[in-house]
Nanobody, 134 residues
Framework: QLQLVESGGGLVQPGGSLRLSCAAS????????IGWFRQAPGKEREGVSC????????NYADSVKGRFTISRDNAKNTVYLQMNSLKPEDTAVYYC???????????????????????????WGQGTQVTVSS
């Protein structure tokens, strides 16, 4: 059974940091593109960041650029989202998601124009709550 499991969420004060992890079980992430999405109460789910299978292509929502960093360790079958300088508006449930890419994309950033559409992703985790509050 293919599963994605997020961890690392919690309560943090404004200006603080958290690192979210997304671990895969039942499959290897090597050929999968990964996305991080979030959903705040009463709001639609929005894309936060994405990374290609090789890790050379990444993109971020304008609201998190310069504060969040996505990375992956294929040897550990895990993708990370380092979140710094957190703001109350970052409060949401964070989801990781994946889809299998058709080839190994490396050498350039193919995501400069934006992340893949949400509809491309077909494996979703259960989410982890991030609350930024004093």
């Amino acid at each position: 059974q293919l599963q994605l499991v997020e961890s690392g969420g919690g309560l943090v004060q404004p200006g603080g940091s958290l690192r979210l992890s997304c671990a895969a079980s039942g499959f290897t992430l090597d050929y999968y593109a990964i996305g991080w999405f979030r959903q705040a109460p009463g709001k639609e789910r929005e894309g936060v960041s994405c990374i290609s299978n090789s890790g050379t292509s990444t993109n971020y929502a304008d609201s998190v650029k310069g504060r969040f960093t996505i990375s992956r360790d294929n040897a550990k079958n895990t993708v990370y989202l380092q979140m710094n300088s957190l703001k109350p508006e970052d409060t949401a449930v964070y989801y990781c998601t994946a889809f299998r890419m058709g080839a190994w994309y490396s050498g350039t950033n193919y995501y400069t124009g934006g992340c893949p559409a949400q509809s491309r992703y077909d494996h979703w985790g259960q989410g982890t709550q991030v609350t930024v509050s004093s």
